[in-house]
């Protein structure tokens, strides 16, 4: 009987192939822009589940791990189809933070976890760093944040921190960080950090725990792995042990997130980690034509590379790229606008397989920074264009939807005393600073949560009867909304209790009493109400077809809703698609596509980014050049590279320079990337030959089967 993996040989190529049917070492498959990997990684994990050597594992023994909620649903539903409902249902397919809870939910006891821990946003931790440091200076706790954040990617505790600490700025931070690593223990609490950093500590220093993860999880998948940093490769290695046998796929040629920790050392180290590691590239594009292609590989060449690899493709030459010299920003927004107006119309010669006829979501406008977008919003308005500004607000950014939010946590776990402190204040119930204040002095001194001080019997020695009712009062609810969260199943009865939730504590007026607009309280009410159907709809069963039998998913608590909301980041399940043009910054492009797209801006100064003329490193550079590289493969049939003569410099005009990598994507004239015809001919003869070595280690590998 033939395996999904086994059926899809035909449509897969022989690179493809050869890293699905790889199964008895590590295998790192290097997957350039628009090759398929998620291909890959759904078909090897079809593949895995099948009889023979290497494989034959169960569901629950197949780990996936991706960057965002989004490529992990993507991920889950797309494995989903080549296996059923019933067996992808079993399989983990998560986010590394998302692994991190599950690790700490089940075995964070050791580290003196309880399983109902709070997970902290950004706004808990400021103010957390804010108290820990004494400071009302929100922009110094910031700047203490990322820098813990940064001592945290990097595996370093507040001890380590300050051993290494480089002047006197840095001591501080370190002398912060111990006291907010004793306050998170206090009110069992973590931030996004220590999702990654604990689970790391748990599997180093828990023999038994390392042992039981590393036999429960026998084959580990890594999406976008040269997007990881020092302390999750370093998880990755403890939950795998010196034997594990792993599925990375990465490319090194779009590692763009050096600023938050990532490092292009994971991938060098895993050959010295790993000496029987197989590395298998992925260079046939299946996005972008030949001349957009070309431009990439003139542009990522001049970089060193780790592993040797040339994207090409099949999908025929193309349009040239087109280079777009603009007066002024105001000039290149007009200029874009006009050039996708002119596509849309069908004046400009289109590829037989342009859809964009019709669709404004076919357009993009990629820039470096988010400044970068204001005259293209303008332009767009202008010209009655639609429009969405990729990495906008989230939904759960909101300020009603963190309302609710913390009162959900508090709910899961009492002792989060940020949950509390927003709960109790939002709306208002007479409970004032003072109280507050007073409420916490004495937590302080008793070492206990808000909520555990709340019902303590000295209490009524440091507050008033007012204000110890009040107290009381809002504790007593607290406890029976949790009962009523914890036993309330399915849509409607879960629906029923929320809305009674904001009727009792007088949400919808609270927002009208607090915002003088009356049509934005109008709208922060409807993110409301959409808030309490996206909660309601997943306590319900859902019933999914697998094989002929209806399989209906079990029903789920309000509470259990609740501790999903810590790790969501946006509802983009919610929505739709829209059609409409996409402005969006290069960073957030990453794993994106359009038929046409834009890059704006390419001047010295705003890409390469540097904040002085020559203000920048190599390894910048090298890192900027691969922002170009991703923003380039980002198109499929044509792409526009704009470049400003002058540029605003506060008031003024100043001259602008082209980008250093315009001259490195090698276009001629009329915009078409040059190709030395010796050149052509050599390429042509290498990917013949690699073709052809491909194809018989697949009829190999098949052999072997």
């Known amino acids: 009987m033939s395996s999904p993996a086994d059926s899809a040989a035909p449509t897969m190529n022989p690179a493809q192939m050869a890293a699905v049917q790889h199964l008895d070492s590590p295998c790192l498959v290097l997957a350039g822009a628009g090759s398929g990997k998620t291909r890959v990684i759904t078909h090897k994990i079809a593949r895995l589940l099948q009889p023979g050597p290497g494989a034959d594992l169960k569901p629950a023994e197949i780990g996936a791990i991706t960057f965002t909620n989004k490529a992990a649903a993507e991920m889950r539903e797309r494995v989903k189809g080549l296996i059923g409902p019933r067996a992808a249902g079993k399989l983990l397919v998560c986010t590394f933070h998302s692994l991190g809870v599950k690790l700490l939910r089940e075995d ?86 220590d999702l990654i950093g604990l689970p790391m500590k748990l599997l180093a220093e828990h023999e038994q725990v390392r042992a039981k993860w590393q036999r429960q999880l026998r ?95 099949d999908l025929g030459e193309g349009e040239p790229v087109k280079l777009m010299m603009c007066d002024n920003e105001e ?18 010669e289109r590829h037989p397989g342009d859809p964009s006829k019709t669709d404004w ?14 005259p293209f919003e303008q332009a767009l308005r202008k010209a009655n264009i639609p429009y969405k500004v990729s990495g906008g607000q989230s939904f759960f950014d909101k300020a009603e939807i963190k309302d609710l939010c913390a009162w959900l946590r508090l709910l899961l776990n009492n002792d989060d005393d940020p949950a509390f402190l927003r709960a109790v ?63 309330t199943y ?31 309280a109008a709208a922060r009410w409807t993110n409301v109400l959409d808030f309490i159907d996206w909660v309601a709809k997943r306590c319900g069963g859902q019933i999914e077809n697998d094989g002929g039998l209806s399989v209906e998913t079990e029903k789920k608590s309000v509470l259990e809703i609740a501790q999903l909301i810590s790790l969501i980041t946006s509802l983009a ?53 691969r922002l170009m590289y991703v923003g380039i493969t980002r198109a499929r049939l044509t792409l526009g590279v704009s470049v400003l003569k002058r540029r605003k410099k506060g008031r003024e ?29 050599k390429r042509l003869r290498e990917e013949m030959a690699a073709k052809a070595k491909a194809s018989q280690a697949a009829a190999r590998a098949f052999d072997n089967q």
């Open 108 to 193: 964070g006891a050791a580290l003196g976890l309880k399983p109902s821990f709070s997970i902290l946003d950004s706004d808990d931790v400021t103010s957390i760093l804010r108290d820990a440091g004494g400071t009302t200076d929100a922009k110094l706790a910031r700047s203490w944040q990322w820098t813990i954040s940064l001592w945290k990617n990097n595996g370093l505790n507040s001890a380590q921190a300050l051993a290494q600490a480089q002047d006197d700025d840095e001591q501080v931070a370190a002398r912060v960080m111990k006291l907010y690593e004793e306050r998170l223990l206090a009110y069992q609490a973590v931030d996004f950090d």
């Open 331 to 348: 000039h290149e927004a007009e200029r874009a606008v006009a050039h996708f107006q002119l596509l849309r119309s069908g004046l400009l």
């Open 490 to 520: 399915g849509s409607e009865e879960a629906k029923t209790l929320l809305l009674e939730w904001l009727k009792d504590i007088g949400y919808e007026q609270h927002l009208y009493d607090n915002e003088e607009n009356e049509k934005v």
């Open 361 to 374: 979501s076919n357009f993009a406008i990629l820039y470096r920074a988010n400044h970068q977008a204001r």
């Open 653 to 681: 005009y100043v001259q602008a320079t082209p980008s250093r990598f315009i001259a490195e994507m090698k276009l001629d004239e009329g915009g078409v990337p040059k190709e030395d015809p010796r050149e052509k001919l």
């Open 219 to 313: 084959h580990v998948l890594i999406d976008e792995y040269q997007d990881t940093n020092a302390t999750q490769y370093e998880l990755l290695k403890l939950l795998l042990g010196p034997e594990g046998i792993f599925t990375a796929v990465g490319d090194d040629d779009q590692s763009i997130y050096g600023w938050r920790g990532a490092t292009l050392d994971n991938l060098k180290r895993l050959p010295q980690d790993y000496p029987n590691l197989k590395v298998i590239p992925l260079e046939q594009n299946y996005r972008s034509t030949s001349a957009i292609l070309r431009a990439a590989n003139h542009v990522i060449a001049t970089n060193p590379k780790l592993f040797q690899k040339t994207l090409w493709s």
């Open 573 to 625: 399940e919610r929505n739709a698609e829209q059609n409409v043009v996409t402005l969006s910054t290069l960073h957030a492009s990453k794993g994106l596509e359009w038929p046409h797209v834009v890059l704006a801006g390419v001047n010295e100064g705003s890409l390469p980014f540097s904040r002085e003329e020559g203000d920048i490193t190599p390894q910048q550079v090298e890192e900027e050049r």
């Open 425 to 487: 204040t939002t709306p208002k119930r007479g409970i004032g600073h003072q109280t507050l204040g007073t409420l916490g002095e004495f937590a302080g001194k008793w070492k206990v949560s808000l909520f555990e001080a709340l019902f303590s019997d000295s209490l009524h020695a440091a507050l008033n009867k007012r204000a110890l009712d009040g107290l009381h009062e809002f504790g007593r609810y607290v406890n029976d909304l949790e009962y009523r969260a914890r036993h």
